[in-house]
């Protein structure tokens, strides 16, 4: 029988816990978070050019300065 996540009944620690067993399969070295995954996401909108309003909609940031 084949168990199905759906995120809304995750925590953020079970959401880690699996990042980082599939790093470890993948024989990464570095801990990852899903808080990582963000400041990624974040790195490549920027770096692809998208302005820092959007950016900080999509993200959810009110606040200029913690965006930045």
Known sequence: MRRFFYFS???MEE???TI??????MKLRKHITSH?????HVR???Q???SL???QERIGHG???VTK
């Open 53 to 55: 309003e959007v950016i």
């Open 20 to 25: 980082n067993t599939v790093a470890k399969k």
């Open 44 to 46: 490549l909108l920027s």
């Open 9 to 11: 009944h995750l925590t």
């Open 63 to 65: 606040d200029e300065r």
């Open 15 to 17: 959401i880690n816990r």
């Open 36 to 40: 990582k995954f963000r400041h990624t």
């Open 48 to 50: 692809a050019g998208v």
